[in-house]
């Protein structure tokens, strides 16, 4: 969840520049001896069984959750949230609970490949339109079932991989335990403090790969409690854990030892690594590479690299419950950790013919300007702002943050190209109602904002019942690597289960939100996206009688919400009870959910 522009500083600040210094001798012995000690984990990894790997992940969920207190107390304080503050949630869940549960659910996956049945075994398997296969990734467990009730998950696979295909590659790397992949480079990013442990993860059970982690200037806080909650994993040399600025980012890239590299950072990071600078000394010789296609980097690279997210929002009959509940869920989607994050929701899609649209753009206005108001900590984030404040002048300015409504008179180009990670929102118009919106807006956001990593979509449960299969024709259309319908890809994004990264498509030169995916818990072989399907209606609209035929949950307004009253405290007691269990600590997480 990181951005495409500046979401990580240290994998921005590994691009070789004029003016970066040279490491010292002491300085490179010491990344050398990381990576000799970790080449010797990589043998190690390779004589681990399967069942030996799952009593190892065992004992780092055990680590993680003694540490998810401090973890998500010291993330806190590093982005100005005090112990008070309403917000200080969005740490726990980002943090502790996303490891944990993806620890919970590779740990499931190891341990059907070390009793010899398939991951997919037990889960439903159909077709999704245009003959791919579908694989319901998300709830797989009872607990999930009831407390996220209303929200189901899916994995979608490129067209022609058949369901045979998908259940004999599902597993990846570990079908093959004894190959190593390696070591591998991890650039971490420096706004959502679960990334570097995920990423860690994915290369260790996708590949093979042992992995380098350099943690982004930004979590330097949290490299010791990174260290005391990974200490199953560094002490046999399965992963090493690394500070430093721009000179130990591009001694790293280069390295010899090192066969791979993973970043979640911005595009201009990206091709400053695999290509050069491209101002400065050095450009010249950058553009002849890219004209020539003869890369600088002479390794594998798969990255995250954010985009411009879409949030359409389907015209139809809704209440006045429902304008203030989800518009206070766009709110949610721009505002959480700041807007700093690569999946932070931009750019809202509207019908020009929605007789309800003024009272939807009212709504939006308070929801966005009555969220908490928080520090705007990333670095860079003031020069973006100006930067919007720049291009949109007539913007609304809403405290600390801003609201762009374009009209007419206005170009939405700088809006919808450039990912601002800051709350900034905006809102642009397309014709149509029914179907003739919904396709419009697909090709809208397609065709005109940048990226392919998330997008969104709001439509209450009776227009999508009127829409029939022209709404899933229209999802097919939509291409990102991940698409919440009722929901936010954020949420995708802790679901283990599920997958993270790019649209298939992007290549070293034309790279959008990156190559390759990410957590994938399931090891699931050619991926193409992952959807997220929730309840339009929360709890107790979501009850059978006044749902509409929607999605029944029992949550009144979900934990992640910025206007949840009492969203710290069960975002606590969610992780707590991931952590430790107990039927007690529970119910009184519920009990506070119902107060929300």
């Known amino acids: ?64 959750a003694a540490t998810s207190e401090d973890w998500a107390l010291t993330a806190a304080a590093s982005k100005g949230l005090d112990g008070k503050h309403p917000l200080r949630g969005e740490e726990w869940l980002s943090g502790p609970y996303s490891v944990l549960g993806a620890l919970d659910a590779y740990i499931e996956t190891l341990s059907r490949l070390a009793n010899g049945t398939n991951p997919l075994d037990g889960l439903t398997i159909d077709r999704a339109p245009g003959g ?24 979608w696979l490129e067209p022609g991989i058949t369901p045979n295909a998908a259940r004999a590659s599902a597993g990846l790397a570990q079908r093959t335990p004894t190959e190593s992949g390696g070591v591998g480079l991890v650039l971490g990013a420096g706004n959502v403090t679960s990334i570097p442990v995920l990423d860690v993860l994915y290369e260790l059970l996708a590949h093979n790969r042992t992995a380098l982690l350099k943690v982004n200037p930004t979590q330097d806080a949290l490299v010791p409690v990174y260290k005391r909650a990974l200490a199953p994993l560094i002490e046999p040399g399965l992963l090493r854990i690394v500070r430093g600025g721009p000179a130990v980012g591009a001694y790293l890239t280069t390295h010899p030892g090192l066969v791979h590299v993973h970043i979640t950072g911005s595009a201009a990071t990206f091709d400053t690594i695999v290509w050069g600078p491209s101002k400065g000394e050095g450009a010249a010789a950058t553009k002849r590479r890219r004209r020539e296609g003869r890369p600088l980097l002479k390794k594998p690279i798969t990255a995250e690299l954010g985009g411009v997210s879409p949030i359409i929002v389907v015209p139809g009959a809704w209440t006045d419950a429902d304008i203030t509940y989800q518009a206070e869920h766009i709110a949610t989607m721009r505002l959480q950790n ?67 409504e374009i009209d007419a008179d206005d170009d939405p180009t700088a ?34 904002l940048q990226g392919t990593l998330g997008a969104n979509l709001l439509i209450d449960p009776a227009t999508e019942k009127a829409l029939g299969v022209g709404f899933e024709r229209a999802i097919t259309a939509l291409h990102y690597g991940s ?20 649209f298939p498509g992007g290549t070293l030169d034309d790279v959008g939100s990156g190559l390759g995916v990410v957590h994938n818990a399931l090891l699931l072989d ?4 992952s959807v997220l399907r929730g309840p339009f209606r929360p709890f107790p609209r979501s009850l059978p009688i006044a749902n509409g035929g929607g999605r029944l949950t029992i949550l009144p307004k979900p934990p992640w919400f910025v206007s949840a009253r009492t969203g710290a405290a069960v975002s606590e007691g969610l992780t707590r009870h991931r952590a430790n269990g107990g039927v007690v600590g529970l119910m009184k997480t519920l009990t506070k959910a119902l107060q929300a």
Not at 526 to 529: A, D, I, N, P
């Open 132 to 155: 791919r296969t579908r694989v319901h990734a998300f709830p797989l467990t009872g607990i999930d079932k009831f407390l996220l009730s209303g929200f189901t998950g899916e994995v």
């Open 415 to 448: 809006l919808e190209t450039t990912e601002y990670f800051a709350p900034v929102l905006g809102v642009v118009t397309v014709p149509g109602t029914g179907q003739d919106f919904l396709d419009a807006a697909v090709a809208h956001a397609n065709d005109r």
């Open 526 to 529: 050619g991926v193409e996206r």
């Open 483 to 502: 698409i919440a319908i009722n929901g936010w890809t954020a949420f995708g994004f802790i679901t283990p289960t599920l997958t993270w990264g790019a």
């Open 1 to 64: 969840m990181t951005s495409a522009s500046t979401s990580a500083p240290a994998a921005a600040k590994s691009a070789p520049k004029p003016e970066t210094p040279a490491l010292g001798e002491g300085e490179r012995d010491r990344l050398d001896a990381a990576v000799g000690d970790l080449q010797a984990g990589a043998r190690t990894w390779s004589a681990l069984t399967a069942a030996q790997r799952v009593t190892l992940l065992r004992a780092v969920r055990t680590s993680v």
């Open 338 to 404: 700041c807007g700093h994050n690569c999946i932070a929701g931009q750019v809202v899609i509207m019908s020009s013919d929605w007789d309800q649209a003024d009272a939807f753009r009212a709504a939006l206005r308070r929801a966005y300007a009555n969220a908490p108001e928080r520090p705007t900590w990333y670095p860079g984030s003031p020069s973006r702002m100006q930067l919007a404040t720049d291009d949109y002048p007539d913007a609304l300015v809403l405290g600390d943050r801003l609201l762009v």
